[in-house]
T-cell receptor, first 115, second 113 residues
Framework: AQSVTQLGSHVSVSEGALVLLRCNYS??????LFWYVQYPNQGLQLLLK??????LVKGINGFEAEFKKSETSFHLTKPSAHMSDAAEYFC?????????????FGKGTKLSVKP | DADVTQTPRNRITKTGKRIMLECSQT?????MYWYRQDPGLGLRLIYY???????NKGEISDGYSVSRQAQAKFSLSLESAIPNQTALYFC????????????FGEGSRLTVL
C-alpha cells in the first residue's frame, strides 16, 4: 500500500534559520508529490508539486523541495524562516501518475518559528 | 469570493442529531472530496465523487453519507452524530485532467456534545 511518512510532528526553528521538513513515501511507481500548507483557521493550499522533469521544484514563499527517487524522499526546505511561515505542512502523494488515484496525505508537521 | 465554499464554518450539535455540511464550488471541477482532519492524524478521506453519478467511499465512510446534487455541489451528512465525529471537515475539488492537485475549502468545524 502507498504511504507517506512525515518525520517529526512538530519542528521549531529560529527566525532566519533553515527550515527542513522531511517527507518519505512508498510507491511502486514514480508518483506525483505535493506539499500543502495550512495556516491557522484556514484550508490547505498548494505550496509546490513534483510531477515529471526537474527534480528540484520551487514553490511559493521561497520554499523548495527535491524529489530523490533513490531515497524515496521529497523534503521541503527554505533557507531562511520567517515568522509568517508558522503553519502546518502536509506532504501528499498521488500514487498513480495521471488522472487516477486519490492523494494520500502524511500526518502533518507543525512548524513553529521563534523570534 | 472563495472558489470552494463550505457551510456552516462552525457547528455545535448534540449526540444523535442529524447534521449536513454543504460544499459548493465555482472552479468547474468534476471531482469533489470530503476529508476529515484530526490532530496528529492528518487528513483522511471520507467520500469522493468523480461526477454526479459516481460516488465512492473513502477510508472512513462509516457513519457518513453524501449527496452530489449537481456538479458544483457536494454535501456530507451525519445521520446520527456521535462525539468522536467531532473534527474539522474539508471539502476539496480537482479537475480530472490535472496532475492531482486538490483545491480546498476553508473547513467546517463540527463539535458533537
Amino acid at each position: 500500500a502507498q504511504s507517506v511518512t512525515q518525520l517529526g510532528s512538530h519542528v521549531s526553528v529560529s527566525e532566519g534559520a533553515l527550515v527542513l521538513l522531511r517527507c518519505n513515501y512508498s510507491s511502486s511507481v514514480p508518483p506525483y508529490l505535493f506539499w500543502y500548507v495550512q495556516y491557522p483557521n484556514q484550508g490547505l493550499q498548494l505550496l509546490l508539486k513534483y510531477t515529471t522533469g526537474a527534480t528540484l521544484v520551487k514553490g511559493i514563499n521561497g520554499f523548495e523541495a527535491e524529489f530523490k527517487k533513490s531515497e524515496t524522499s521529497f523534503h521541503l526546505t527554505k533557507p531562511s524562516a520567517h515568522m509568517s511561515d508558522a503553519a502546518e505542512y502536509f506532504c501528499a502523494v498521488s500514487p498513480f501518475p495521471g488522472s487516477q488515484g486519490n492523494l494520500i496525505f502524511g500526518k502533518g508537521t507543525k512548524l513553529s518559528v521563534k523570534p | 469570493d472563495a472558489d470552494v465554499t463550505q457551510t456552516p464554518r462552525n457547528r455545535i450539535t448534540k449526540t444523535g442529531k442529524r447534521i449536513m455540511l454543504e460544499c459548493s464550488q465555482t472552479k468547474g471541477h468534476d471531482r469533489m472530496y470530503w476529508y476529515r482532519q484530526d490532530p496528529g492524524l492528518g487528513l483522511r478521506l471520507i467520500y469522493y465523487s468523480f461526477d454526479v453519478k459516481d460516488i465512492n467511499k473513502g477510508e472512513i465512510s462509516d457513519g457518513y453519507s453524501v449527496s452530489r446534487q449537481a456538479q458544483a455541489k457536494f454535501s456530507l451528512s451525519l445521520e446520527s452524530a456521535i462525539p468522536n465525529q467531532t473534527a474539522l471537515y474539508f471539502c476539496a475539488t480537482r479537475a480530472s485532467s490535472n496532475t492531482g492537485e486538490l483545491f480546498f475549502g476553508e473547513g467546517s468545524r463540527l463539535t458533537v456534545l
